[in-house]
């Protein structure tokens, strides 16, 4: 088992930034691709941004690429995404999400092993 917190959303301006983290504990954080995702209420998930176990390889749709940027510190099992360049459309509450799959996999699928509880981003135009 793998468990995800997430922190760092909150309210912003648009054409702000945000970073957001996903802490993991349990079984070994660095073996797993990690990916954010986001929703809002009647849409369905969203695929943000993945990188691979050891931060080699990562992926992220149009709709953000630029924007944001995925890492990962494996010495203390935390993910994260900077968020820059907000707009409103970016709102939504952010998943972090653990998986075995590669990162193409993870984006394709829209699935994981492992998900976080999420955090609201919200931003105000």
């Known amino acids: 088992q793998v468990q995800l917190v997430e922190s760092g959303g909150g309210l912003v301006q648009a054409g702000g930034s945000l970073r957001l983290s996903c802490a993991a504990s349990g079984r070994t954080f660095s073996r797993y691709t990690m990916g954010w995702f986001r929703q809002t209420p009647g849409k369905e998930r969203e695929f943000v941004a993945a990188?691979?176990?050891?931060?080699?390889?990562?992926y992220y749709p149009d709709s953000v690429k630029g924007r944001c940027t995925i890492s990962r510190d494996n010495t203390k099992n935390t993910g994260y995404l900077q968020m820059n360049s907000l707009k409103p459309e970016d709102t939504a509450v952010y998943y972090c999400a653990a998986d075995s799959k590669t990162v193409t996999l993870l984006y394709i699928t829209g699935s994981a092993d492992y998900w976080g509880q999420g955090t609201q981003v919200t931003v105000s135009s």
């Open positions: 990188i691979s176990w050891s931060g080699g390889s990562t």
